[in-house]
């Protein structure tokens, strides 16, 4: 993934899943490989992930300096309303 905000976006979109479904194995093995390809490729530590209407903002921190990126919440809360919307098509599989 080439642009640090999108490996962001891709990561906080399946954590947000992950946080509302935590028997969700599938979202659980994804937002491990995002959170991987955020260390291996962007050098990235997330600090914290809070939400205040209207955005969610991730801190982490890149160089040894935190910073911190913002994300509206409806483009986050796509997926995990998605699935709320049609659980039968994501049933969790051990």
Do not use: G
Not at 16 to 39: G, H, I, N, S, Y
Not at 64 to 74: A, H, L, N, S
Request: glycine share 0%.
């Amino acid at each position: 993934m080439k642009s640090l905000q999108d490996a962001l976006y891709n990561w906080l979109t399946i954590k947000v899943v992950c946080d509302a479904r935590p028997d969700d194995t599938a979202a659980r093995d994804t937002e491990m490989f995002f959170m991987q390809l955020l260390k291996d490729d962007h050098q990235v530590i997330i600090d914290t992930v809070s939400r205040a209407e209207p955005f969610y903002f991730v801190e982490y921190t890149l160089d040894e300096e935190t910073k911190k990126q913002r994300f509206p919440i409806e483009l986050i809360d796509i997926m995990l309303d998605q699935i709320q919307l049609e659980p039968e098509k994501y049933k969790n599989i051990e």
